[in-house]
């Protein structure tokens, strides 16, 4: 294998990395981990209902 | 290591925000939105210590004590209502005897040496406690209506029932959270049997809860609920 070729596979190679690390913390940006729990923020695309409460 | 059952959870898990009866109160309006927000930053400034503390040995997020904590007194170390909830989280002495009593049959495990340890040190005579027997007038409930107004064991008893109740559930199936909150508010006795198996906020809010536990998950769980303000998403 020459040089270049090998120069083109690590680049690719942490180009993928650096790719999946991005994507991860996009998919995962809702979600917060803490020591003992882990909450999801979910996010609502429409307005909340706001009438009283009834039983 | 984790000592007990992990917490995973939705917020705001219901699109609602909460307007009380009288339609005062609207959990979707600004002012009570910045009302919540001082709420929590007045917890944080006057208890955080004790929050983060318990918090961290019953194995919950200090995210979730303040939500509990300002949802049941807005922060303020009330003195004992006509439902003998005591305290910032409120706690009754019933609660505290069977989650105290019950705990080792609940949870698996005995209570951490740190609850035993502030156990005895405001109630020696805890360790004599039987399941279930108390009520009013008797001296053993005389004496833990007199420790409650401590602020530290206040929040360990709210913390202490927190993670009862979410080990209760935890065999249950489904995210106990929101089930969690249901009988906090109302009672574990009177809950367990409405809120069984894998059960959505959504779903149990129309189940026939009270609208006082139903007015709770909004306050915890809804569009603009104490989850959200804590962990900064509003």
Request: proline share 5%; aromatic share 14%.
């Given at each position: 294998m020459d040089k270049n070729k090998k120069v083109f596979i690590i680049i690719g190679l942490i180009g993928v990395a650096i790719g999946g690390f991005v994507l991860t913390k996009y998919l995962t940006r809702n979600t917060i981990h803490q020591k003992f729990v882990t909450a999801h923020y979910v996010e609502y695309d429409t307005p909340p209902v706001v009438e009283p409460l009834t039983e | 290591m984790a000592k007990y059952s992990k917490i995973d959870f939705n917020f705001p898990d219901i699109n609602r925000a909460y307007v009380n009866q009288g339609g005062g109160?609207?959990?979707?309006s600004a002012n009570t939105i910045l009302q919540n927000k001082n709420t929590v930053a007045l917890i944080k400034s006057t208890i955080g210590d004790f929050v983060s503390k318990w918090s961290n040995i019953f194995e919950l997020s200090d995210e979730i004590l303040i939500s509990f904590i300002a949802t049941e007194s807005t922060g303020k170390n009330a003195p004992r209502n006509s439902f003998n909830a005591i305290g910032y989280t409120q706690s009754t002495p019933i609660s505290v005897f069977e989650s105290v009593t019950k705990w080792d049959s609940m949870v698996g495990s005995p209570l951490p040496p740190e609850a035993k340890a502030i156990l005895s040190k405001n109630?020696?005579?805890?360790?004599?406690w039987k399941k279930d027997v108390y009520k009013d007038g008797d001296a053993n409930y005389a004496k833990l209506v007199k420790a409650l107004p401590n602020p530290e064991f206040n929040v360990a008893m709210g913390a202490l029932q927190i993670r009862w109740l979410l080990e209760a559930y935890?065999?249950?199936?489904?995210?106990p959270l929101n089930k969690v909150m249901v009988s906090y508010n109302r009672g574990y006795p009177s809950t367990k049997n409405k809120v069984k198996g894998n059960i959505t906020s959504t779903q149990m809010m129309k189940l026939s809860l009270g609208i006082e536990a139903k007015a709770y998950l909004l306050k915890m769980?809804?569009?603009?609920?104490f989850l959200s303000i804590t962990y900064g998403k509003v």
């Open positions: - | 109160e609207n959990y979707s109630i020696p005579t805890w360790t004599s935890d065999k249950d199936g489904g995210s769980l809804g569009r603009y609920g």
